[in-house]
């Protein structure tokens, strides 16, 4: 079966420097699986879990300067 049907959504989450890491999945949870592949452990732990924003595309060039 296709990702295509089902939803996925951009979420961002807040980081420890104050910063958001930019994340994309099904889910929250899915998202952050996600950003477990791509980063070390040391930048996964500067990522704050439970502090997430879910945002569309529309909205991203609003937070551009806030990402780290």
Same mark, same amino acid.
């Given at each position: 079966?296709?990702?295509?049907?089902?939803?996925?959504?951009?979420?961002?989450?807040?980081?420890?420097?104050?910063?958001? *890491?930019?994340?994309?999945? =099904?889910?929250?949870?899915?998202?952050? @699986?996600?950003?477990?592949?791509?980063?070390?452990?040391?930048?996964?732990?500067?990522?704050?879990?439970?502090?997430?924003? *879910?945002?569309?595309?529309? =909205?991203?060039?609003?937070?551009?300067? @806030?990402?780290?």
């Amino acid at each position: 079966m296709s990702s295509f049907s089902n939803p996925h959504y951009m979420y961002l989450f807040a980081m420890t420097s104050g910063k958001k *890491k930019l994340a994309y999945g =099904q889910s929250p949870e899915d998202a952050l @699986e996600v950003l477990r592949i791509r980063l070390s452990e040391a930048e996964m732990a500067e990522i704050i879990p439970d502090q997430f924003q *879910k945002i569309n595309q529309r =909205q991203l060039q609003q937070y551009v300067r @806030e990402l780290g």
